[in-house]
Structure formats: C-alpha cells, structure tokens
C-alpha cells in the first residue's frame, strides 16, 4: 500500500538522526553564539531525548540492544520489568544516539562555518 508523503506513517532511521540533529541545533548555536550553554534548548533536548529512547525501546533501531521491543515506561506498569543490565544498555544506546547526533550537527556547523 502507498501512502500520499504528507500521510507517511513510518520514517528511515536516517531521517530520525537528521531531525536529531536538528533538535540539537539550538544547544549547539548557544555553545558558538555566547561561548555558553543556557535553558534555551530544553525542550529541545527533552524531544531528541524521546525520539532517541523510542528508536531504541520500540523501533529497534540500536545495534547494541537490537529488535527487542521495551515499554517506554516500564515503571508506570506499561511492560514488563526489564532488569538492570538492560536498563543500563537501554540507556547507554540512548545516550550514543544522542551524542553522535550531536556531534554530526556540531561537525556540519563547524564545517559549513569554514566555507567562503
């Protein structure tokens, strides 16, 4: 079945880390614009931070966790309890989407910066 592109209901991982990327963009022109971080980009944050735990947690998109499919809050009772290793690999997946987006956006700026 073809849906019209403003009906999409699925995306590529790629794209998920370009809009990555992109929510992490206000962090990263605070860091170049004042030489500082502020409160600015939180919300930003908080959104990459969900896209990130739901790449890994639902979609299966992390190498190191696989297709395993874990509640977003298994805490509120909405999945099963996952153990502490888990967890613990749940997070770090989560936190290497995070920085390697971040950094690509950080080495797109530079670069882009760089050229007349």
């Not at 909405?78 to 971040?102: C, F, M, N, W």
Request: net charge negative.
């Amino acid at each position: 079945m073809q849906l019209p592109e403003e009906e999409k209901l699925s995306h590529p991982k790629s794209y998920l880390l370009s809009t990555l990327c992109i929510l992490l963009g206000g962090r990263i022109a605070e860091e170049l614009q004042f030489n500082d971080i502020t409160t600015g980009a939180g919300n930003d944050i908080d959104r990459a931070s969900d896209l990130a735990r739901k790449m890994v947690c639902e979609w299966g998109m992390s190498e190191e966790i696989g297709t395993i499919f874990f509640r977003a809050d298994p805490a509120m009772g909405q999945g099963p309890l996952i153990s502490q290793v888990t967890a613990e690999k749940i997070d770090h997946a989560v936190e290497d989407i995070i920085r390697t987006a971040y950094g690509k956006a950080k080495k797109d700026t530079h670069g882009q910066q760089q050229d007349p």
